[in-house]
Nanobody
């Protein structure tokens, strides 16, 4: 059974930092495109950052220069380093794994971790 388990969320003051982790129980983790999404109350879920299987990274304009996504394929883990946090970064952050693998589209989500930034 595939599981994505996020950790590292919490309460932090504006200007502070947090590091989110997502541990994936997935075979062939390296073939997956991994992403971090977030959803604030009353808003749609949005892409924060992604890391493709080929090593390309993409960031939302709102987090460029502040957030860094990285992955450790040996540990089946993806990270999101968040610096210079702002109150508008407050949201539930979700880990996502996508791949077309062995003839099947695969799309998995974690349960989410709350990040609250106090101003």
């Amino acid at each position: 059974q595939v599981q994505l388990v996020e950790s590292g969320g919490g309460l932090v003051q504006a200007g502070g930092s947090l590091r989110l982790s997502c541990a994936a129980s997935i075979s062939a983790f390296s073939v997956y495109d991994m992403g971090w999404y977030r959803q604030a109350p009353g808003k749609q879920r949005e892409l924060v950052a992604s890391s493709t299987s080929g090593g390309k990274t993409v960031y939302a304009d709102s987090v460029k220069g502040r957030f860094t996504i990285s992955r450790d394929n040996a540990k089946n883990t993806v990270y999101l380093q968040m610096n210079s946090l702002k109150s508008e970064d407050t949201a539930v952050y979700y880990c996502n794994a996508k791949a077309y693998f062995i003839g099947v589209n695969r799309d998995y989500w974690g349960q989410g971790t709350q990040v609250t930034v106090s101003s």
